[in-house]
């Protein structure tokens, strides 16, 4: 039987969780409040690490935790979210290995959606999709987009197990968690 | 260098180390910003009084001081401002970091004292901010979480009273900095008069 789209991101969360270093951060990674709360609930409490709103320091405080060795999986449930942790993704961690020489290449693993627009449509400051544009400003990222429920799983083993310095955005459509 | 083999500067050479930069920038041998501390020898000296070899110092665009400070030799060093990267340099074995970013720096180093909390460890994060960065929302929210949760992180606020040559005070309409007066547990506050310009050694260069 086909995985739904739903219990592969559940079961990509778990085997990110099962390797020591990483951390789930963000808001409603603890609490309830997104629909990728519910994809974490077989994730020990210890691993989560509950953050205020606060974009940009999210996005930087994952970088320092990856520079001191652990896996931060950094949530922004929307791109329209994300755009608020800019600096930090622009002109940080895409850039950390060049103004370092190499010798700093934090692996940070960020978890963003589109966002649903059916059957309720949380109108135009929640379903962006920024992929492309952040192509262009991040070339030394990669961006992987789940089309499919099969795209989940690798997608997230390659984020964790990469050794060439990159850090990944894993992009997710939030209308798929009841259509695929 | 670290522990024993490393070197003890003082206000004197450091001094002149940057005057070396400074000629060297003056005479069209840098093709890149570079900008110069001046007139807190003393006081950034007595600030690494307190920081260990394991520790992280993590700075902004104006970072010569702590390199020098933190081990990183000044061979080493003026080798990286020659190349360009006077502006965020970053020495992995010395575990510095900087970013040419106002305000970019603070929270990589909150996470890096998150990461040393969560790890057990017992060294500490030594962020460097001016005195326009420690205004920002950034340093606000960086600050009050890292008291709150208690992280192993000090921050140093470098007062020369302005941002490149914007008065602090007078674009905030304020007549005193958040942190300037030293009572916040986790800030140390300075101010200082600096000789140079924000960026170059004040000699107009010809490439």
Redesign the interface.
């Known amino acids: 039987m086909r995985m739904k789209y739903f219990d592969e991101l559940s079961r990509a969360m778990e085997m990110l969780a099962k390797d020591e270093r990483t951390?789930f951060i963000g808001q409603a990674v603890a609490c309830a409040g997104t629909a990728m709360t519910n994809t974490v609930k077989n994730v020990p409490r210890e691993k989560l690490l509950e953050l205020?709103v606060?974009e940009?320091?999210?996005?930087?405080?994952?970088?320092?935790?990856?520079?001191?060795?652990?896996i931060?999986v950094s949530f922004y449930p929307r791109w329209n979210f994300l755009l608020l942790a800019v600096?930090?993704l622009v002109?940080?961690l895409d850039k950390m290995s060049i103004?370092?020489?190499g010798?700093?290449r934090p692996k940070v693993i960020i978890r963003t959606g589109i966002g649903s627009e059916r059957p309720l449509h949380p109108q135009f400051q929640h379903i962006g999709d920024y992929t492309e544009a952040f192509r262009l400003m991040c070339p030394n990222i990669e961006i992987i987009r789940l089309e499919e429920p099969e795209d989940i799983f690798p997608a997230y083993q390659k984020a964790l197990g990469r050794e060439d310095g990159k850090s990944t955005i894993v992009v997710e459509y939030g209308d798929y968690y009841n259509e695929k | 260098m670290s522990g024993k083999d490393k070197k003890v500067w003082t206000p004197k050479e450091l001094i002149e180390f940057e005057n070396q930069i400074a000629e060297l920038f003056n005479s069209a041998k840098i093709k890149a910003p570079v900008h110069l501390y001046y007139g807190n020898e003393e006081k950034i000296i007595e600030v690494f009084r307190e920081v260990q070899d394991d520790d992280w110092v993590m700075c902004s665009w104006r970072s010569h001081y702590q390199c020098l400070l933190k081990g990183v030799s000044p061979e080493k060093l003026r080798e990286e401002i020659i190349a360009g990267r006077s502006i965020y340099l970053c020495f992995p074995e010395q575990r510095i970091i900087s970013s040419a970013i106002v305000g970019g720096i603070i929270p990589i180093a909150l996470g890096v004292a998150m990461g040393i909390k969560r790890s057990g460890g017992k060294n500490r994060v030594h962020c460097f901010i001016g005195d326009m960065t420690s205004e920002t929302g950034i340093a606000h929210e960086c600050i009050k979480y890292a008291t709150n949760h208690k992280l192993p992180i000090r921050f140093i606020i470098e007062d020369n009273e302005k941002s490149v040559c914007t008065d602090t005070r007078e674009a905030w309409g304020q007549e005193k900095l958040t942190y300037e007066d030293g009572k916040h547990p986790l800030v140390v506050y300075y101010k200082y008069q600096t000789k140079y310009p924000h960026a170059g050694a004040g000699v107009r260069v010809q490439f």
């Open positions: 951390y205020p606060a940009e320091m999210q996005m930087g405080m994952s970088i320092g935790l990856a520079l001191v060795g652990h931060p600096n930090q002109n940080h103004i370092s020489n010798g700093f």
